[in-house]
């Protein structure tokens, strides 16, 4: 079992930059891969990034490719999702996820990972 709480979310200008956190309690932590997910208003949610369990394999939506950064630290339970050059269309609810499986076929499907935290808000303002 893991639990995930994610926290860094907030309101920031165009341009500007935030760091997403994920905390995961289970002591499994450093074998799950972790991702992020993204789900703005009246939208799907959408995949943004994930790292497999030892760090080797990082894959991004072409949408934060250059702008986003997946990392992890396992001595700590936690990933992160640094982003910077916010744009609007940035804004949505962001989720951590965590998947005892990594698939290059599947890992940018919500269905691949088996927890979920309950989301924090990142707002974009023009």
């Known amino acids: 079992q893991v639990q995930l709480v994610e926290s860094g979310g907030g309101l920031v200008q165009a341009g500007g930059s935030l760091r997403l956190s994920c905390a995961a309690s289970?002591?499994?932590?450093?074998?799950?891969?972790m991702g992020w997910f993204r789900q703005a208003p009246g939208k799907e949610r959408e995949f943004v990034a994930t790292?497999?369990?030892?760090?080797?394999?990082?894959y991004y939506a072409d949408s934060v490719k250059g702008r986003f950064t997946i990392s992890r630290d396992n001595a700590k339970n936690t990933v992160y999702l640094q982003m910077n050059s916010l744009k609007p269309e940035d804004t949505a609810v962001y989720y951590c996820?965590?998947?005892?499986?990594?698939?290059?076929?599947?890992?940018?499907?919500?269905?691949?990972?088996?927890?979920w935290g309950q989301g924090t808000q990142v707002t974009v303002s023009t």
């Open positions: 996820a965590a998947a005892s499986r990594f698939l290059v076929r599947t890992y940018k499907f919500a269905e691949n990972y088996d927890y």
């Open positions: 289970g002591r499994t932590f450093s074998t799950y891969a």
């Open positions: 790292i497999r369990w030892s760090g080797g394999s990082i």
